[in-house]
C-alpha cells in the first residue's frame, strides 16, 4: 500500500495557480517532517518545501514568495498552494515523509515514505 496519495496536479498556463494535497493512507505521520519534492525529466529530485512536526518551514530558494506548505493536523492532510507559475515549474511532484535529522535540509534521499506523484505542467 502507498503511504501517501498526491492530488491537485494538472496543466495551466503561466502566472496561473494549483493547489495540491497529500493525504496518507495509514499512519499518520504526525510526529513526522513532511514535505514536497519534485522532479523535472532528466533531473535531479529536489526539494520544494518542507514542514516539521513543530510547524517550521522551509522553501527552496526558487518557490519562496510564490508557494506556500500548510498541514491540516486535524485531517492528517499536506497541501502546497503553488502561485505564479512558471515553465520552469513543469514536474512530477511527490509528497513525502519521515524523521530526518534536519527536516530543513530537504535531503530526498533522508525519506523512506512517498506518494506516487502528480504531474505539473506549465506553459508559457
Known amino acids: 500500500q502507498v503511504p501517501l496519495v498526491e492530488s491537485g496536479g494538472g496543466s495551466v498556463q503561466a502566472g496561473g495557480s494549483l493547489r495540491l494535497s497529500c493525504a496518507p493512507t495509514?499512519?499518520?505521520?504526525?510526529?513526522?517532517?513532511m514535505g514536497w519534492f519534485r522532479q523535472a525529466p532528466g533531473k535531479e529530485r529536489e526539494g520544494v518545501a518542507t514542514i516539521d512536526s513543530d510547524g517550521s518551514i522551509t522553501y527552496a530558494d526558487s518557490v519562496k514568495g510564490r508557494f506556500s506548505i500548510s498541514k491540516d493536523n486535524a485531517k492528517n492532510i499536506l497541501y502546497l498552494e503553488m502561485n505564479s507559475l512558471i515553465p520552469e515549474d513543469t514536474a512530477m511532484y511527490y509528497c513525502?515523509?519521515?524523521?530526518?535529522?534536519?527536516?530543513?535540509?530537504?535531503?530526498?534521499?533522508?525519506?523512506?515514505?512517498w506518494g506516487q506523484g502528480t504531474q505539473v505542467t506549465v506553459s508559457s
Open positions: 513525502a515523509a519521515d524523521t530526518p535529522y534536519e527536516c530543513s535540509n530537504m535531503d530526498y534521499w533522508a525519506f523512506a515514505y
Open positions: 495509514g499512519h499518520t505521520f504526525s510526529d513526522s517532517c
